[in-house]
């Protein structure tokens, strides 16, 4: 392991370099014009108090916050390891909150998440994350919509001034003086009698829908 890595997975670096990024996303978010699209539905569903699982790809998180527009906390599953921990303290500093699905003999644990659900609460999934592969959807968030009959929602974000990091997820970072765009999608509901045979096929469609969802921001940019 290198240094820097070592140095990242202490509690006291994270909290210092995650304000440090909540800083920089406050900047980009007040100097930037922000337009969010299509979210009539989200605002039904959070003055309804109805649940809904939030899908969007993983290299998309910097500004996910903003297109949250609720006093209800969103939910965002993250992993228990170090790089899920620097999440869950960026996501403090907004209406977010980092779920850690890691039980304690390190296999995944999904009863948090359909508690939440069940509570009528609201979850946030990148289906591509932690590790990728970048923008495939794995087969969990189908599985959770499945066993919880709770529609998912595909998000998708554009900005005009930004880069890519050099990571599995191409992250995005978008710069300050932005134009800046979310779109919401239709919502996908999967029926309970879902067979394991029928899954790819919600996989494909989820992923198709939030790609489209990036494509409309991207056009929005040049409107």
């Avoid at 509690?11 to 969010?36: E, P």
């Avoid at 539905?41 to 609720?70: D, N």
């Avoid at 009528?120 to 923008?135: C, E, F, L, M, V």
């Avoid at 529609?151 to 050099?166: Q, R, T, V, W």
Wanted: hydrophobic content about 40%.
């Amino acid at each position: 392991m290198s240094f820097k890595k070592k140095i990242f997975k202490y509690s006291l670096v994270q909290r210092f370099l995650a304000y440090i990024g909540y800083l920089y996303i406050l900047i980009v978010c007040l100097t930037s014009r922000i337009n969010i699209k299509n979210n009539m539905l989200a605002k039904k569903m959070w003055h309804e108090k109805k649940p809904f699982i939030l899908a969007f790809w993983h290299s998309q998180l910097m500004m996910v916050g903003y297109a949250w527009k609720s006093k209800s906390v969103l939910n965002m599953l993250a992993s228990s390891h170090s790089d899920g921990r620097f999440g869950a303290y960026i996501a403090g500093h907004f209406n977010l909150k980092n779920v850690s699905i890691m039980a304690k003999n390190k296999s995944p644990s999904l009863r948090k998440v359909f508690k939440i659900l069940n509570d009528g609460n609201y979850i946030g999934i990148t289906p591509d994350g932690p590790r990728g592969p970048n923008r495939k959807v794995s087969e969990g968030i189908i599985k959770i919509a499945i066993h919880s009959q709770v529609p998912i929602i595909p998000l998708g974000f554009a900005s005009n001034k930004n880069f890519e990091l050099k990571s599995w997820d191409s992250f995005l970072i978008t710069y300050p003086f932005a134009k800046c765009n979310f779109v919401w999608g239709e919502p996908i509901n999967i029926p309970a009698s879902t067979k394991d045979s029928e899954i790819e096929k919600y996989k494909i469609i989820l992923e198709e829908k939030i790609n489209f969802c990036i494509s409309s921001a991207k056009s929005e940019l040049n409107a």
